[in-house]
């Protein structure tokens, strides 16, 4: 149990264009998602973090207008880099929790290139 | 938020081997960890949960100290594909918080 799942695994975008990427728990509600991005040989940052049908919380120097988030459910939280230039490129790793556990699921990951 | 510090490394140690990794926290009102492995360009996945009674699998154990306000991670008879980078986390954060982890290699 209390899988999450992501999609796309990887993607490739030219600069200027929107990506979405999408984090799903498979067979758990998760009241609360999170966001995070890491550089090359850098550390899981946290970028977000989402409760459902609430507006998310950004970390200090993440631009929500850039990365919008969206948890329409319990079981879906998405993630769009609107206008992806070059340093957004990294690796987007969502995760979930269930309400009154402390334990996080991750998802697999998103690697995101962009040209 | 509760933050920990742990030797980047890299630790190089021959199949076989016995590595331990320590990580240090500030928090003395920290009660409980988390180790997690780390592959590269992949998600980081929970190893073991780490509580004052300390904690044993297979061939990983790992212990809180709390008077010296630290936690091990001890690995015993290293296989080749214990390569990868161990992160201890304070389970009390939510959300948790990684530092950069600690990275083991290996070598056959």
């Known amino acids: 149990g209390a899988v999450v799942s992501q999609h796309p695994s990887w993607v490739i975008c030219k600069s200027g264009t929107s990506v979405k990427i999408e984090c799903r728990s498979l067979?758990?509600?998760?009241?609360?998602m999170f966001w995070y991005r890491q550089f090359p040989k850098q550390s899981l940052m946290l970028m977000a973090t989402?409760?459902?049908?609430?507006?998310?919380?950004?970390e200090q120097g993440v631009e929500k207008d850039k990365f919008l988030i969206n948890h329409a459910s319990l079981t879906l939280s998405t993630l769009t880099v609107t206008s992806a230039h070059p340093e957004d490129s990294s690796f987007y790793i969502c995760?979930?929790?269930?309400?009154?556990?402390?334990?996080?699921?991750f998802g697999p990951g998103t690697r995101l290139t962009v040209l | 938020r509760k933050e920990v510090e742990q030797d980047p490394g890299p630790f190089n140690v021959p199949e076989g081997a016995t590595v331990a990794f320590n990580c240090t926290y500030s928090?003395?009102?920290?009660?409980?960890f988390f180790w997690y492995r780390q592959d590269c360009r992949k998600e980081p996945k929970l190893l073991m949960s780490?509580?004052?009674s300390g904690n044993e699998d297979g061939r990983f154990t790992a212990q809180l100290n709390r008077a010296s306000q630290y936690i091990s991670l001890l690995i015993r008879d290293s296989k080749l594909s214990d390569s990868a980078t161990y992160l201890c986390?304070?389970?009390?954060?939510?959300?948790?918080?990684f530092g950069k982890g600690t990275r083991l290699s290996v070598i056959a």
């Open positions: 995760s979930a929790s269930r309400e009154a556990y402390n334990e996080q699921f």
């Open positions: 989402s409760n459902e049908g609430s507006k998310a919380t950004y």
């Open positions: 067979d758990f509600q998760a009241t609360t």
């Open positions: 986390v304070d389970s009390g954060n939510t959300p948790l918080v």
């Open positions: 780490v509580y004052s």
């Open positions: 928090n003395s009102a920290s009660q409980s």
